[in-house]
């Protein structure tokens, strides 16, 4: 399985080997993770990200979330704090697809 801190820098466009960008990363996910985690996603006690060597596997168990969504919310959310656009229409849009991620997500928790 893949590294959560890798998939996250690949997104976006950062070399996994480049470690430059690491603790920033690392801050945004971990961000990313508490907010799913108050939704019901993630281990209840938490999870923080500390270095590559954490999985998907680690975070979450794909049988009842749907992983996918989770990495594009986490992708997301990082790169609006990361890496913003400088188009207003396109942070727009990022915010608004990630209210629907947090619905759809708080959803599936609600139905599993």
């Known amino acids: 399985m893949e590294s959560l801190l890798d998939t996250i820098k690949q997104l976006l466009g950062i070399p ?7 603790i920033d990363i690392k801050t945004h996910i971990n961000t990313s ?3 799913l985690s108050q939704i019901g996603i993630g281990p209840k006690n938490g999870f ?3 270095s590559k060597d954490q999985l998907w596997t680690d975070y979450i168990d794909s049988s009842t979330i749907n992983l996918e969504g989770v990495k594009q919310y986490i992708y997301l959310k990082t ?14 849009a990022i915010n ?12 599936a928790v609600e139905t599993n």
């Open 16 to 22: 996994i080997e480049d470690e430059s960008f690491d």
């Open 33 to 35: 993770t508490m907010i």
């Open 48 to 50: 923080t990200v500390t």
């Open 79 to 92: 790169k609006i704090i990361f890496d913003p656009p400088t188009n207003s229409t396109t942070i727009q």
């Open 96 to 107: 608004d697809n990630l209210k629907e991620l947090e619905w759809r997500l708080q959803l």
